[in-house]
């Protein structure tokens, strides 16, 4: 077999629907035989590549997901294995390098795509402007005093903050208990927003304080942002300057 | 005139060639009478939307630019103020909104992209998998000191670290600065990465040492990313694991 055959593309999609995707994602989808991923993103671009092999696998079964796309790009088929948001955020192309030995064959591309941070951003205003600090709230696979430590530091060096995974149905409190901390170096009145299913039918985002964010009710789906000392709200929108004169 | 004629989409482009972009920047664009941009990224889009009006500003000229794509929307244009990589991650669209009070009548839309860190890491492996902090290295709008203690505590937190702007003529050795900075925290041996002209001619990338770093030589073009205590070297890429039982 060629070993050009034996392609692995790691797709980000972005956040919501197909208009988050970049153009190099689309041409990968295109040139694939085969389309790997959880099927809530497998069937996002069903209805836009019908042709193709699809292959999905349920939540949690990652490491089974990456295999099994690995496996059929080794049977020298050009596979695409979708993520939501980047792959590269949280996403599969950390565990796809990982398993890489087991098929040395395959060659893997990694295709960008936008995280929700970036999305939410520009639902929200402008927060991002300035550094910032990415963190999720997910202990399934990270200690919670580290993630703790990382809230405590991110918020004492007056990053902008952004929280993926901030709830649970087995974590409802958390997104309280990283407000929490955060209140140890930031004011109650710091500038904060939320967006739920980004770029998807219901979405929805609101700019509140961070007072007022650690008794909000969220979920697995909503991206959370905490400003810095600098954020403001600019009619209605959520902006951190970033210092030029006007 | 109808309010709904005052139009500014805020576009960013992606890093490089218009593979980058988003289906939503394309229809962006499209749908625009004018461009407004730095007149690199407008002369990046100017082939394939030759028929647009185009507006270029020199560069540290961004207020003049902000100001100018208002204008023009403000007088019935729709109107793409276009800028590399993400527009809401040290980009126009923080600006765009603290100008808005000049011109009450635009509706502004930002149009998420593909910035720097996302492209970067898709060309170094997964380096971005678990939290990361992106600091800017330019003291042009911000204080050195308040880079220098984000770096300490960033470092402190064991975050992946993105750089932006590790160097220009005037800031020869901040680079250097930043790695003995965090390597206060982190190990000498600590796997970082750095991409120069992503998706562009020229695309050149590398795998070192935080070490090895600390002496290399690096332009504002490039973008630094420095591993947490997990990351490490698979296949000469740079991943960092997220905690998959394999």
Known sequence: MNETQARLYIVGIGPGGRDGMTLAAVQALKGSDCIVGYHV???????????????????????????????????????????????????M????????????????????????????????????????????????LTPWEKIEKRLLLAAEADFVIVLYNPSSKKRHDYLQKA?????????????????EQIGREGERSKVLTLKQLRDEQVNMFTTVFIGNSQTRVIEGRMVTPRGYEL
């Open 41 to 91: 993103y497998t069937e996002l671009v069903q209805g836009d590549y019908p042709d193709k092999e699809y292959y999905t696998t349920p939540m949690k079964k990652e490491v089974d997901r990456c295999r099994q796309a690995l496996a059929l790009a080794d049977q020298g088929k050009t596979v695409s294995l979708v993520c939501s948001g980047d792959a590269g955020v949280y996403g």
């Open 93 to 140: 192309s950390g565990l796809v390098y990982q398993l890489q030995e087991e098929y040395p064959r395959v060659h893997i591309q990694v295709v960008a795509g936008v995280t929700a941070a970036l999305a939410g951003a520009a639902v929200l205003g402008a927060p991002l402007i300035h550094d910032f600090a990415l963190i999720s709230l997910s202990d399934l």
């Open 179 to 195: 407000c929490d901390l955060i209140l140890r170096h930031q004011s109650p009145d710091t500038v904060c927003g939320l967006v």
